[in-house]
T-cell receptor, first 115, second 114 residues
Framework: GAVVSQHPSRVICKSGTSVKIECRSL??????MFWYRQFPKQSLMLMAT?????????EQGVEKDKFLINHASLTLSTLTVTSAHPEDSSFYIC???????????FGPGTRLTVL | GQQLNQSPQSMFIQEGEDVSMNCTSS?????WLWYKQDPGEGPVLLIA?????ELTSNGRLTAQFGITRKDSFLNISASIPSDVGIYFC??????????????FGKGITLSVRP
């Protein structure tokens, strides 16, 4: 079945540093990948839609210069949190669709803690 | 951003009981999905519904796509301890492209007493 991986699973960084999170579709190609953020006891909130070979589409209120998304290949999208602050601490989850199917498969998530 | 309505936030049931969860929206969706999330993990798809009025089963799970396309329900029968987790509903407007993004409900935390 379709498997999506994320790396790292957990990361702790100091305030002001940048952190890169990888999302890979392991056994299918994904033209579109999605990045979500989930705070404790809350729902998943879509941050951006990542399209291979083009610029990501960000949701309202999400700073594109702070959350850099690169979708360089059909199996890899990266999210870089720049100049991280403690309020960026959250659970970041990606998903991918093996188009033309509409089902989204989710990665296991990355727990980011900014000290 | 928009969220779907799920309530209550938490449900507590006895092992063996059935439980039903509802999800409503102020706008229509063309696809409804139900996910389960365990702590510290990503959501896993349980059931996908593609047509208004559709009733679909997956083992002990049954879900229906409302006729108005603004609601859906999920029923779990004969609950077992491993049913514990957070259940999210999600709506999707289109199959592909930018409008294939998912809008999630707030989730319902289900606890099952042995």
């Amino acid at each position: 079945g379709a498997v999506v991986s994320q790396h790292p699973s957990r990361v702790i960084c100091k305030s002001g540093t940048s952190v890169k999170i990888e999302c890979r579709s392991l056994d299918f190609q994904a033209t579109t990948m999605f990045w979500y953020r989930q705070f404790p006891k809350q729902s998943l909130m879509l941050m951006a839609t990542s399209n291979e070979g083009s610029k990501a589409t960000y949701e309202q209120g999400v700073e594109k210069d702070k959350f850099l998304i690169n979708h360089a290949s059909l199996t890899l999208s990266t999210l870089t949190v720049t100049s991280a602050h403690p309020e960026d601490s959250s659970f970041y989850i990606c998903s991918a669709s093996p188009e033309p199917y509409n089902e989204q498969f989710f990665g296991p998530g990355t727990r980011l803690t900014v000290l | 951003g928009q969220q779907l309505n799920q309530s209550p936030q938490s449900m507590f049931i006895q092992e063996g009981e059935d439980v039903s969860m509802n999800c409503t929206s102020s706008s229509i969706f063309n696809t409804w999905l139900w996910y389960k999330q365990d702590p510290g993990e990503g959501p896993v798809l349980l059931i996908a519904l593609y047509k208004a009025g559709e009733l679909t089963s997956n083992g002990r799970l049954t879900a229906q796509f409302g006729i108005t396309r603004k609601d859906s329900f999920l029923n779990i029968s004969a609950s077992i301890p491993s049913d514990v987790g957070i259940y999210f509903c999600a709506g999707q407007l289109r199959y592909t492209g930018a409008n294939s993004k998912l809008t999630f409900g707030k989730g319902i935390t289900l606890s099952v007493r042995p």
